[in-house]
Structures are given as C-alpha cells and as structure tokens.
C-alpha cells in the first residue's frame, strides 16, 4: 500500500500525517504527475538523491540532535547508524518468508518474533508485566463477503454495483449482517473543522443516511490554512468514517480517485479488514467503505453531476451538501473472528534520575498487506518501502541508542505497532493502554516510508 503515510493533497506536497501514532518526522513528496521534489528537514532534495543512503544521513543528524538535546556529554562519539545492518533488515522482513507480514496471520508472528529478538540483542528492556517485548492488540477481523450487495436508485433508474470491482469496505457494526436503504447525500471532503471557517455538514442532519464524499481536502497553498500543500489529518479516510459516524450517518462511500487517494483503487479493493472490538452501545457505520471512480461517475450520473464536477465544488469554500435524489439500498454480509495481534515494545532507560521516567518513544508500524489478489502471478504484498524500511530504522536506532555507554536523560522507547494500514489501529490502542503514562511521553518520531 502506498500508506495513508503518503496520502497526498492534490497538485501539492505530502507529509507524513499527524495522527495518534504522533508523526514528528516529515518527508514531502509532490504526486505524480508532476516530478516529485521532496523537502526532508525543510532543505530542498532532488529525488533522485533520496536514497538509503540519505535516509541514513539524515537520521544521524536527527539523533545526533537529541542526543544533544538530551545533555549526552559532547565528548562521546556520534551515534554511527549502519546502513548495511538496515538494508538487512528490510531484505528479511520482505522477504516472502514474511507472507507480507499481515496481522493475525503466520507472517505476524514471524514479524513480531524477529523484532522482539533484535530488541532483546540490542538489549533493551521488555516494558511492562510481560517478559516478551509484547503488547497484545485485541483486532476483530472482518471479511466482507463478495455477495453484498449495493444498488442505487431514484424513480426511474437503478444501478447494482459489483463488489470487489466496483465497492469495497466492511461493516464496522461488527454484526454478520447489515441492510439498510437511506438517502443518498453528497458531503463534499466530509470535514468538519471550525478552525478553518470549513464544514462540509452545515445545517444538514444526515442521520440514517448514506454520505458519499471524497477523501483528501480543499487544496491550499497557505500553512495555516489546511496545513498549506501538507496534508493534515482531516484528509484522511480514518478521520472520513469517524466524521460520518459522530454524526449519526448510516454508512459512508468515498468515491477512490487516484489524485484524491495518492494510490489506485487495487490498493482499497481487498474484502477483508481489521477492527478494534466495538463497545456494545458505540456507534458505527453499517458500511464504511469505498467506490471505484467508474462507479462513483455511475453513482453521480444518477443525480445529474460527475466526478470531475462534484470534486471542484467539494474544493470550493462555501459548499453545501447536497441531497443526490437517490436511494442506496445494501446489504453487506459479514464474517466476524476474534484475533489477538501485538505491538512490540522495548526501552532503553534513561540515565537522570530526575528525568528517566519521562521517555521519547519511536515508533514504526510492522504490518503490511499480507496475502492477496495476485499480481503477475505473485500474491505476497513484500512491503519493502512500507514499512519494512521504517521497522529496519527503528530496530537499528534501538541498537545504536542502547550500545551508548552514557545513556540520555530521558528514557526511549522503541515501538513496532500492528495494523496501521487497518486504520492506526495498533497506534489506537497503544494510546488509549499506554505502556507508560501518556503525560510524560516528551516525543514521538514515527518512521513511515
């Protein structure tokens, strides 16, 4: 997957975006299909110049710098990070022994085992009452069946769509069976967010009906103003779904455009998905999920617009909702399985008193997309950029700040988490069941390619 890490905003730079995972490192990229500059540290590079190589550069600056920051004598030498120990990290974990390093899965625990064992190596410390460098995430597993149904309609016309090719996504109600028929409304990007004079659901209810949106946000060229050419959290399909929950819709449809999402639709497609267990009385979406752009021109055409021309008024201040004049009717079967997946944990103790119970804690998310549809005869989603890379860096910067023989001020944490292209999930539940107290976590760098 090219990651929710690299969502782009349209026609203008990417970075890394602020989540409950706490990225603090950016990297922009600019999407195709004008040629990517990337900004690392806020210095221009030509991309051709972002190699492995300059990763690793630039990632002894930053450690050098809260080394520095974190009153290590001068004296000591820098910390030395080793490219070669990181390529061979990422060349195992994508491995296809790994199976794509799904959760839940065989290739789970062969992640989590080999990460726990570099950590063990580098010798940090197990946090916590468990002696295995494990944090266990109860997930929910969710399998949408290829026999759910979507059909739109409005008095003279109706349009079925084919599941996988056309819709995707699950039921986040966590039931084996969800129908509905609601009313259709158009709700732009489906944000929300009084700071920026912007809500896509003003002086609409759209309770018990079906929202369709795009993801992403208005365009900006202004920092303060949606992050600028950045994306922030607003555009991103997550925070989508929350939106339409919190306010009492029935299920939501983001209609996939390759400029909106930053990758293609074979990347939303997969049936199958991963939840944190709901609580008995918390809202959800009976359908949270996804359309093809074909389908969405399909969807549109019913109320008389298109993609193109519904996607320039979402980007335009002022829009207002717009009822589409159709019903969906779906009905989405489930199948519903308890898995238990882990974080991976480790710390390095800080060395004044005073100062040790407060930790920076890096972090990088392990999984990946598993096993799926196959391409050119290979069904294993390897992972190599995302996030095999950012797992190889996290476990080398644990060796590195470890093998130190006068340790910061300040604690570090280094935290592999679980299912970040099942919606943050492993992040989500790392902050909600800290493994020290949220207060006196000083920073998060996250390391997501």
């Not at 030509?46 to 290590?72: D, G, H, N, Q, W």
């Not at 039931?175 to 912007?198: K, N, Q, R």
Request: hydrophobic share 40%; net charge neutral.
């Amino acid at each position: 997957m090219c990651g929710e890490s690299f969502l782009p905003k349209q026609g203008g730079q990417n970075t890394f975006p602020h989540d409950s995972s706490g990225t603090l490192m950016k990297l922009k990229i600019r999407p195709e299909p004008r040629p990517p500059l990337p900004t690392v540290f806020n210095q221009d590079i030509p991309r051709e110049k972002i190699t492995m190589r300059f990763v690793i550069r630039m990632l002894a600056c930053a450690l050098s710098s809260i080394f520095v920051a974190s009153a290590v004598s001068a004296a000591e030498p820098a910390p030395s990070i080793d490219a070669a120990r990181v390529g061979a990290h990422v060349k195992e974990l994508a491995s296809d022994k790994f199976e794509g390093r799904g959760p839940g899965t065989r290739g789970e625990a062969l992640t989590t085992d080999y990460i726990a064992s570099e950590f063990k190596k580098s010798g940090l410390k197990p946090i916590g009452k468990r002696p295995d460098y494990l944090q266990p995430v109860p997930l929910v597993k969710v399998v949408t069946s290829a026999q759910s149904t979507l059909v739109a309609s409005n008095p003279g016309q109706s349009i079925s769509l084919a599941c996988e090719e056309e819709f995707s996504g699950n039921c986040h109600t966590q039931s084996p069976l969800e129908e509905f028929d609601c009313e259709a409304i158009f709700v732009g990007h489906g944000i929300s967010a009084p700071e920026f004079g912007w809500d896509d659901y003003k002086d609409t209810d759209v309770r018990g009906k079906v929202v369709v949106l795009f993801t992403n946000e208005p365009p900006s060229d202004d920092p303060t103003y949606f992050g600028g050419k950045a994306l922030t959290y607003y555009g991103r399909w997550t925070y989508k779904f929350e939106e339409a929950t919190r306010r009492g819709a029935k299920a939501c449809l983001i209609i996939h455009t390759n400029a909106t999402a930053g990758y293609p639709y074979s990347v939303v497609r997969p049936l199958d998905g991963a939840q944190l267990k709901k609580a008995p009385q918390e809202p959800a979406l009976a359908f949270a999920g996804w359309v093809s752009s074909q389908a969405g021109e399909k969807l549109l055409k019913l109320a008389g617009l298109g993609v193109e021309q519904a996607l320039k008024a979402a980007d335009t201040k002022g829009f207002k909702p717009l009822p589409l004049g159709f019903r969906i009717k779906g009905k989405i079967s489930t199948t519903v399985e308890n898995i238990l997946s882990n974080n991976v944990a480790g710390m390095v103790e800080g060395s004044d008193p005073a100062l040790k119970n407060q930790a920076v804690v890096f972090t990088a998310h392990w999984d990946h997309l598993g096993l799926g549809k196959a391409v050119l005869g290979d069904a294993i989603y390897n992972g190599a950029a995302d996030n095999a890379t950012g797992c190889a860096l996290l476990m080398e910067i644990a060796r590195v700040w470890s093998s130190r023989p006068i340790k910061p001020a300040r604690s570090a944490i280094f935290l592999a988490v679980t299912a970040e292209e099942k919606g943050l999930l492993g992040s989500k539940y790392y902050t909600a069941n800290p493994l020290i107290p949220i207060e006196e976590t000083a920073l998060n760098l996250n390391f997501d390619m």
